[in-house]
């Protein structure tokens, strides 16, 4: 069965400092790999998505993920932290057809200005 | 496009009372469902999914009978949480994976239920 570990439960940030979150997943075919953001009281917003090709994936906001195989890995990325992106972040793992998504614990971002 | 519309975004019950949660697409025609359940700081959990005509299909450990899930056209599902009891208090989040889509579910803006 897949699955999706986000070690980091809770990371702070000074903004303008760059901003690396961790995902793994665990999944015997090609996964489908997500990255969402949750305001509080809010519903997912999705920021990247990977299913194939180029593993330097690009989204909104100025988040970037990449893609490692042999690490089993999908790190979301940003270069300068807004206050903006203090918000909650959902890693997840789908597979084709998606009738099985899976999410990760999430990690909750902090903001200091 | 591709947008999710959740009704009510919030709802208060007494214990015992049933309520009806509305999950529609609203700008393209959505095949599967999909239903989730979040608890303060914690993840999504998916409770089940819904094809268009046909009868829900629910993870382990999840009550069909408590929460009956109804797909009954493209552009809406719906989530009934019978006989509610405070342990039900949770945030529900739908999403829908339309016609062309194999791979991508578009998320509801969640639904507040607190039972009382």
């Known amino acids: 069965a897949q699955s999706v570990t986000q070690p980091d439960i809770h990371i702070t940030v000074s903004e303008g400092a760059s901003l690396e979150l961790r995902c793994n997943y665990s999944y015997g075919a090609t996964p489908y790999l997500f990255w969402y953001v949750q305001s509080p009281g809010q519903g997912l917003q999705l920021l990247l998505k990977y299913f194939s090709g180029d593993t330097l994936v690009q989204g909104i906001k100025g988040f970037e993920a990449e893609f490692k195989r042999s690490q089993s890995s999908f790190n979301l990325r940003k270069p300068s932290v807004h206050w903006s992106d203090a918000a909650e972040y959902f890693c997840?793992?789908?597979?084709?057809?998606?009738?099985?998504?899976?999410f990760g614990a999430g990690t909750r971002l902090t903001v200091k200005p | 496009g591709a947008v999710v519309s959740q009704h009510p975004s919030w709802v208060i019950c007494k214990s015992g009372t049933s309520v009806k949660i509305e999950c529609r697409s609203l700008?393209?025609?959505?095949?599967?469902m999909f239903w989730y359940r979040q608890f303060p700081k914690q993840s999504l959990m998916l409770m089940a999914t819904s094809n268009e005509g046909s009868k829900a299909t629910y993870e382990q450990g999840v009550e069909k009978d408590k929460f009956l899930i109804n797909h009954a056209s493209l552009t809406l599902s719906t989530l009934t949480v019978t006989s509610a009891h405070p342990e039900d208090s949770s945030f529900y989040i739908c999403?829908?994976?339309?016609?062309?889509?194999?791979?991508?579910?578009?998320f509801g803006p969640g639904t507040r239920l607190t039972v009382t």
């Open positions: 999403s829908a994976r339309g016609l062309q889509e194999t791979y991508e579910q578009y």
């Open positions: 700008d393209f025609q959505a095949t599967t």
């Open positions: 997840a793992v789908g597979s084709y057809n998606n009738n099985d998504m899976r």
